[in-house]
Nanobody, 122 residues
Framework: QVQLVESGGGLVQAGASLRLSCAAS????????MGWFRQAPGKEREFVAA????????YYADSVKGRFTISRDNAKNTVYLQMNSLKPEDTAVYYC???????????????WGQGTQVTVSS
């Protein structure tokens, strides 16, 4: 079993930046593809970004390209999401997830964190 714990969310104004972290335990982190998802009130959970287990490939939703950057530090068992130029539309609960058997873009996420709230005011 794998445990994922997100942190770094908060309330910021439009144009500000936040850095989310997701700490993993209970598995071999360096062998997992990792992803970030978000869910806004009344909407379905949507894909935000993903990174391969080796860190050489990244993927982003069109809505965040050029503003968000996903990265990982395998020595710390942590994946990050740097969010710049935040917009009110980015307001959501952000979840990290681990794929223990596949690699992006073909991924099946089987472990999820509890989420961290990001609120962007205008």
């Amino acid at each position: 079993q794998v445990q994922l714990v997100e942190s770094g969310g908060g309330l910021v104004q439009a144009g500000a930046s936040l850095r989310l972290s997701c700490a993993a335990s209970g598995g071999t982190f360096s062998r997992y593809a990792m992803g970030w998802f978000r869910q806004a009130p009344g909407k379905e959970r949507e894909f935000v970004a993903a990174i391969s287990w080796g860190g050489g490939s990244t993927y982003y939703a069109d809505s965040v390209k050029g503003r968000f950057t996903i990265s990982r530090d395998n020595a710390k068992n942590t994946v990050y999401l740097q969010m710049n130029s935040l917009k009110p539309e980015d307001t959501a609960v952000y979840y990290c997830a681990a794929d223990t058997i596949s690699d992006p873009p073909v991924s099946e996420y089987d472990y999820w964190g509890q989420g961290t709230q990001v609120t962007v005011s205008s």
